[in-house]
């Protein structure tokens, strides 16, 4: 009997973890039936959240034990002069491994979103002086993520266990939006 998984997570965040992506969290894809779904705010200004935050939705199917498909919307209702729809993402991951997996991801031209965008990225797991890292690097293009340019995104995330039931997580987030490329 196949066992489904679902989640549900109010969180308040500083910033986004991936504005390039479907999924919110560093996670990999899980096995076959496994069913997520989160919601979660996210705001630039911790201060401002009851104003200025995103409401992000989104669902996410683990379709084999190495591949996963998801959606998020960005439902704008807690953000001044947003509409109820403000961007609506797809994307994918596909596990190579148990510590690695490439993503994909498009914001389609929905709601306040007036043009498709695309990324591309690849996550890994590595364990330094007795901590797990993740890393997740990322491109995107076209005008959807973008506006002009390329943006580069490299999230660097070490994680500490306390026990069974605690991780911590220190997110160091490092963006760039060119023109040049």
């Known amino acids: 009997m196949?066992?489904?998984?679902?989640?549900?997570?109010?969180?308040?965040l500083a910033t986004t973890v991936s504005a390039q992506h479907y999924d919110p969290y560093y996670v990999f894809p899980g096995?076959?039936?496994?069913?997520?779904?989160?919601?979660?705010?996210?705001?630039?200004d911790v201060s401002r959240i009851a104003d200025a935050s995103s409401t992000i939705t989104s669902r996410k199917l683990s379709i084999s034990d190495e591949w996963e498909v998801g959606l998020a919307v960005d439902l704008g209702l807690l953000r001044d002069h947003a509409g109820t729809l403000s961007s609506v993402q797809v994307g994918t991951k596909l596990g190579l491994d148990e510590h690695m997996a490439l993503t994909g991801a498009a914001v389609l031209p929905l709601g306040e979103t007036d043009d498709l965008g695309l990324s591309v990225g690849?996550?890994?797991?590595?364990?330094?002086?007795?901590?797990m890292v993740n890393t997740w690097t990322s491109a995107a293009l076209l005008d959807g993520y973008t506006g002009k340019g390329v943006a580069l995104s490299v999230l660097i995330e070490p994680t500490r266990s306390?026990?069974?039931?605690?991780?911590?997580?220190?997110?160091?987030?490092?963006?760039s939006n060119t023109e040049a490329l």
């Open 2 to 12: 196949r066992r489904s998984v679902i989640g549900c997570l109010l969180l308040a």
């Open 31 to 44: 096995p076959k039936g496994r069913i997520a779904a989160d919601l979660g705010l996210f705001a630039d």
């Open 122 to 131: 690849l996550m890994k797991t590595f364990l330094a002086a007795q901590h």
């Open 162 to 175: 306390v026990g069974d039931r605690i991780t911590g997580y220190l997110d160091v987030n490092v963006r």
